[in-house]
């Protein structure tokens, strides 16, 4: 969970900016993974990671310093947001209300869910090779990207959990059946 206030009210203009602070938010130690989390982490032969500071000090929490790849395509999908003053509404509020906007096709300020959609099947993709190359990869994602990574690995022929876990520290573990 990053370390940001998520009960202040703001405009659509001001959750823009609070959206920028989320993502270099770092991660509330206090959040502590859990010790199955951790052991799961460590069985993992190599480390992915997006660019944001959370998924880095996340890999740490977890127990492990090197990080193999670290890259901006493994990033949650962006937020969009508008130039409004008025309303203001939590940052959880605007979060539902910008993502069902995005769905439908509205993405100010953000990729477009169809280049998201494209990205995350990239990630899915890369993943795979990454897996046929070193075994076990650990990767450190954020919740939409995570959901749909999901959703590609298992049309790609892997096996897990139907749902790509929704909480802070939850983890699947997906398994590459080769034809």
Known sequence: MPVIDQEQRLSATEFGQWVSAYNEA???????????AIEQ????????????????????????????????????????????????????????????????GYSGNAESFGEARARARSCAERLTELASEHGKVLFVGHGSLNWFVARYLINMGWSGPAKAPRRYWEYGVYRYHAT
């Open 26 to 36: 770092g991660i509330n130690v206090g959040c502590a993974p859990s010790q199955d």
């Open 41 to 104: 982490a460590k069985k993992c032969a190599f480390v992915v990671c997006s660019n944001l500071p959370r998924s880095l000090e996340s890999a740490k929490a977890l127990g492990l310093e090197d990080i193999d790849v670290c890259e901006s395509m493994f990033r949650e999908f962006d937020m969009p947001h508008a130039n409004w003053r008025f309303p203001h509404l939590s940052p959880r509020t605007w979060a539902v209300v910008f993502r069902l906007l995005w769905a439908a």
